[in-house]
């Protein structure tokens, strides 16, 4: 028998055990996860802007991680009820698996980190979010949806404020990132949750806003074509109008002049111009913009975290929901291959590192087709031969562990 939380998971979100998929469960979700796995490898293995792949670059850099974390609150929307959030003792038990999984997601970052494959990864920050979500867990789609609106349009500038007081920071800066050695000490675990919430490569109090509107719009009915239209019209929307008002505030009304008078200092000390010093340092905004000009936060640049990028990238990962969902329906025999890469989206995520800390590949178009082909092959052979993937297990089994002792108790 099934107790009513392990029967949700069965029936809407949790991959079966079997090569089967089950009838009620929404295909689109998975090729949406496929398509992140996708163009996260184009992101971390595919052409260098530098080498003739910045189109390929542009679309996915940032967007990917973005999808990814949507998926993640859509996925914690359906785990915990769907449309009519659970109550009481399953409730509780929804409660549980998540917060077993935050410290799991964690420590499968930390690992991640310690291959030392040069390549920042989200799993320690996703565990973050899982463990800030619970007062939302319970919510419907109204409050779910007024937190996300307010954490992506505000905490940007709260983050600003914040890190300006307490650690600010120059363009030149490194990202700063997380490490198991921080963790041996008062000191290190303080100055690690501080990178993890704040001022890391993907700020959690950031990110959550991801997550909780995925959250809201997993509270959504999601086989609705009406919802699903919405969903494309919508996030196609507010792509184009937060796109659309960084560009504006940047080149029209000249917040790109005060960021280069903002580098005028330093880049004459480099010997560059503003614009050149500005194009080298690019890459530093990553995770963070400076805390030197406010003017900063006019950008729209992937993975700065900036409200219009907030909104351009969920813009984005709405809509191309909203599309999978769609061909999930429609085409969901061709489509196999890629539902069944994004139900082992953990496994296809930590396999890509530790397949980069082997090989070493060149980042190219070859060696982003060679994952991508790999990757599809193997999803399908495993999820016909063997089912649930190696850390999707494992996620399900320890997340499965405070529930099981719970209910013994209770006997």
């Known amino acids: 028998m099934y107790g009513p939380v392990e029967k949700a ?3 809407e979100w949790a991959p079966r055990t079997s090569g089967a998929r089950s009838a009620s469960r929404l295909t689109g979700i998975d090729i949406a996860r496929g398509i992140a796995v996708i163009g996260m490898y184009a992101a971390h293995v595919g052409p260098r802007p530098d080498s003739g792949g910045f189109g390929l670059f542009t679309v996915f850099n940032g967007r990917s991680a973005a999808l990814f974390a949507v998926l993640a609150g859509v996925s914690l929307a359906l785990m915990s009820g769907g449309r009519e959030p659970r109550t009481g003792l399953a409730a509780a038990h929804v409660a549980m698996r998540v917060a077993t999984r935050a410290p799991l997601l964690i420590l499968l970052g930390l690992g991640l980190v310690a291959l030392n494959t040069g390549y920042m990864n989200i799993l320690a920050y996703y565990g973050i979010c899982f463990a800030l979500v619970f007062p939302w867990l319970r919510c419907g789609f109204r409050p779910l949806a007024i937190a996300a609106a307010l954490f992506v349009t505000l905490s940007p500038a709260l983050s600003f404020v914040a890190r300006f007081l307490i650690a600010p920071r120059e363009v030149t800066d ?14 290190g675990f303080t100055q690690a949750i501080v ?4 001022t890391g490569a993907f700020p959690a109090v950031n990110l959550l806003g991801y997550v909780l509107a995925g959250m809201a ?7 609705s074509p009406g919802v699903r239209r919405g969903l494309i019209a919508g996030g196609a929307g507010m792509a184009v109008t937060a796109y659309s008002l960084s560009w ?3 080149q029209v009304l000249g917040g790109r002049q005060l960021i280069y008078e903002d580098l005028r200092s ?4 480099a010997g560059m111009s503003p614009e050149q010093f500005f ?5 530093n905004l990553f995770g963070t913009t400076p805390t030197t000009s406010p003017a900063w936060q006019l950008l729209s640049t992937s993975h700065a975290y900036t ?3 907030l909104l351009g990238c969920l813009g984005v990962a709405a809509a191309v929901l909203g599309v999978c969902l769609h061909l999930g329906d429609r085409f969901s025999r061709p489509l196999r291959p890629l539902a069944d890469l994004g139900s082992l989206v953990l496994t296809a995520y930590i396999g890509h590192f530790l397949a980069i800390r082997l090989l070493e590949p060149e980042p190219g178009t070859f060696a982003w087709l060679a994952f991508v082909a790999v990757a599809l092959v193997a999803a399908v052979a495993w999820r016909r031969l063997l089912g649930r993937g190696p850390f999707e297990w494992l996620l399900h089994v320890v997340s499965g562990w405070p529930v099981r002792i719970a209910n013994s108790a209770r006997k």
Do not use: M
């Open 9 to 11: 998971r069965r029936d």
């Open 174 to 187: 490194p990202v700063p990132d997380v490490s198991l050695e921080l963790f041996t000490s008062l000191g």
């Open 195 to 198: 990178i993890l919430v704040l």
């Open 217 to 223: 719009i997993g509270r959504l009915d999601l086989r």
């Open 248 to 250: 504006v505030a940047t």
């Open 266 to 269: 330093p880049a004459a000390a």
């Open 279 to 283: 194009d080298a340092n690019y890459a």
């Open 307 to 309: 409200s219009f990028d």
